[in-house]
């Protein structure tokens, strides 16, 4: 079994998405963000490498029990190398789920200053189950110009 790590961005979520705990079986669209910053997400992110198949009328790379599209063009590759944070997808194309246990499940919080996302000032806190609504409107602490967001959960998933 291969535990990943899958960003689910508060938007996803509260959108579309159900709430899970830690122990549910969940099934979801994941996608490889490559533009993640490597400075912020360097031990969340994800290598997935192998063999471009068609699925759901396009085409994917299954690693690991995970399956992601491939979103470049052109033809299509034969074999594919990503590296990114996994995240899930609630809009947008079709192609195979992803079937895994939640075994972890941590808030996302950033610091922003004004409407500017300030790196290097993300935090993680455990939960024992996601969210439905994040808190959005932080305020920043008296005398400071930095406030704080949920953005998201980032979740442990095993899969098979």
């Known amino acids: 079994m ?12 509260e959108c579309c998405g159900d709430p899970f705990a830690v122990g549910d079986e969940v099934t979801w669209q994941l996608l490889v963000d490559t533009t993640a910053p490597e400075r912020e997400w360097a031990a969340e992110l994800t290598e997935i490498e192998g063999p471009v198949e068609s699925a759901g009328g396009g085409p994917v790379v299954c690693a690991g029990g995970v399956t992601v599209p ?12 990503l590296r990114g944070l996994l995240t899930v997808e609630q809009h947008g194309g079709k192609w195979p789920r992803t079937r895994g246990v939640v075994r972890g499940i941590q808030v996302v919080g950033q610091a922003y200053r004004e409407e500017h996302l300030v790196p290097g000032k993300r935090s993680l ?33 095993e899969v098979n």
């Open 70 to 81: 491939w979103t470049g063009s052109g033809d299509w590759p034969p074999r594919l190398h």
């Open 125 to 157: 806190r455990p939960v024992d189950s996601s969210p439905k609504r994040f808190e959005r409107v932080g305020r920043a602490a008296a005398g400071e110009r930095l406030r704080r967001e949920e953005t998201g959960v980032l979740v442990e998933l």
């Open 2 to 13: 291969t535990v990943w790590n899958v960003m689910y961005q508060d938007w996803q979520l």
